[in-house]
């Protein structure tokens, strides 16, 4: 998953959208609306329902004029006996009730605007309602729900809210878009991922208040925007709804935009780390009368390589893959018999540095080989090397909790993990079969 944006939402009302145009005029970054007496509002809605068509619109045009001040009124006149008066209302109530950043002035500083490429920054979004009505924002603003998630899943789910609208661009005015590192379907971060895509968080800021979120490591998280290389990186926050008119959205109406922010990047990741997001390069070369494969994380951050070779999971999954035509033959690389685990066989591999996973000599691999018979004699037959790994700090959590009060695995439940393993499959590149000499 490259992206987290995940909020589709589509205001509709189309009686209701064609008068909206006045109702979020901006005056800096945020909208402002006038104040009016309940009696007017009281009075439009009573011409919801007007027989005349002009003076119905015109109701429509001055509810949507006045905004968050008449939703109370209008969740009445949604549930009272006239049924024009509801329906209108209820369109009212589908447009004003999505918009968010209503009166609201977003302001944006980072934790550092001078820094290296691997050093992390933090992002403060403070948000200041200048209105007189309660407007929404999209943000978990509880501390008390904030520190209750995991750090890591508590960065994702923060990374996630604020990546629907936030907009980095790089030296060159290119967009960066926010990369995720794989994550276990049963971890706290998948669970933060999904709470989001079901059910967005939306809370109310009153009048007045400011409220501020601190978002950690928003470039060296779990999900984090990649600023790899030399340059000046600029943020900034740019909201607007998601109208399905198109006359709405050219006025662009209910935008909000944030002050604009910078960071200076004072150094380049190393060539070995991917721009593009790829995690790991895995590679086999010929030394002597040895085939050695290696491994390279081409991430931005630290990951752990399992190098414990076996048949299951706690134990990565690796072998040497001989293949002529639609011929081919696999031969485990590690033991052959019952492994014993090792968390010390669990490497943490920094970015752009390799690591070996398993080496064979010739004749070894020609013997192993011939026994699961595979006619080496042959000319034109390739070998790579394949690896997958399933062991993460889910998958040891789940193993100590069916094995509590066991002691039969008293390397897993003593081990400790990376917090990111690579847990996805890789195959190496191709080399022409070796004979023994």
């Not at 403070?126 to 520190?147: D, G």
């Not at 971060?189 to 950690?216: C, D, T």
């Not at 690591?355 to 192993?368: D, F, M, N």
């Amino acid at each position: 998953m490259k992206s987290l944006r995940v909020r589709h939402i589509v205001l509709l009302a189309v009686v209701v959208q064609a008068a909206c145009l006045a109702t979020f005029r901006a005056d800096g970054n945020a909208s402002t609306y006038e104040k009016v007496s309940p009696a007017e509002i009281a009075t439009l809605i009573d011409q919801l329902s007007h027989a005349s068509y002009a003076t119905r619109t015109d109701a429509t045009h001055r509810l949507c004029e006045i905004g968050p001040q008449a939703e109370a009124a209008l969740r009445t006149a949604a549930s009272g006996d006239n049924a024009e008066s509801a329906l209108r209302a209820k369109q009212l109530l589908a447009v004003l009730e999505r918009v968010l950043f209503s009166g609201v002035q977003v302001s944006l500083k980072l934790s550092k605007s001078i820094v290296r490429w691997d050093e992390q920054i933090d992002l403060r979004v403070t948000m200041t309602n200048h209105s007189q009505y309660a407007a929404r924002i999209p943000f978990v603003r509880s501390e008390s729900q904030r520190l209750a998630l995991s750090p890591d899943a508590r960065q994702v789910g923060d990374m996630q809210d604020v990546a629907e609208w936030l907009q980095v661009r790089d030296a060159l005015g290119q967009a960066i878009e926010l990369h995720v590192d794989n994550y276990s379907p049963q971890s706290k971060v998948a669970e933060a991922i999904n709470s989001r895509i079901h059910s967005p968080p939306v809370e109310l800021i009153e009048p007045g208040e400011k409220v501020q979120i601190n978002i950690e490591a928003i470039n060296r998280g779990w999900a984090r925007y990649r600023l790899l290389d030399q340059g000046t990186f600029r943020f900034q926050i740019d909201y607007e709804p998601a109208w399905s008119d198109e006359f709405l959205r050219s006025k662009r109406v209910g935008r909000m935009v944030s002050n604009e922010i910078t960071a200076d990047v004072t150094s380049s990741a190393p060539e070995a780390v991917s721009r593009r997001g790829v995690e790991a390069r895995l590679t086999i070369q010929r030394n002597d009368n040895r085939l050695v494969a290696k491994i390279t994380n081409q991430l931005d951050r630290q990951v752990g390589i399992n190098r414990n070779l076996g048949h299951s999971t706690p134990f990565a999954k690796a072998a040497w893959v001989y293949t002529l035509g639609e011929k081919l033959y696999r031969v485990p690389a590690g033991a052959t018999d019952s492994p014993e685990f090792s968390s010390k066989e669990v490497i943490a591999v920094e970015s752009g540095k390799d690591v070996e996973l398993a080496s064979i000599t010739v004749p070894e691999l020609l013997e192993r080989l011939h026994k699961v018979g595979a006619n080496v004699s042959d000319t034109g037959w390739k070998v790579h090397f394949s690896y997958s790994n399933l062991l993460n700090q889910a998958w040891l959590s789940r193993a100590r909790s069916r094995n509590a009060g066991k002691d039969s695995s008293p390397s897993l439940r003593d081990a400790t993990l990376p917090a990111l393993m690579l847990t996805t499959r890789h195959v190496s590149n191709q080399l022409v079969a070796p004979s023994a000499d």
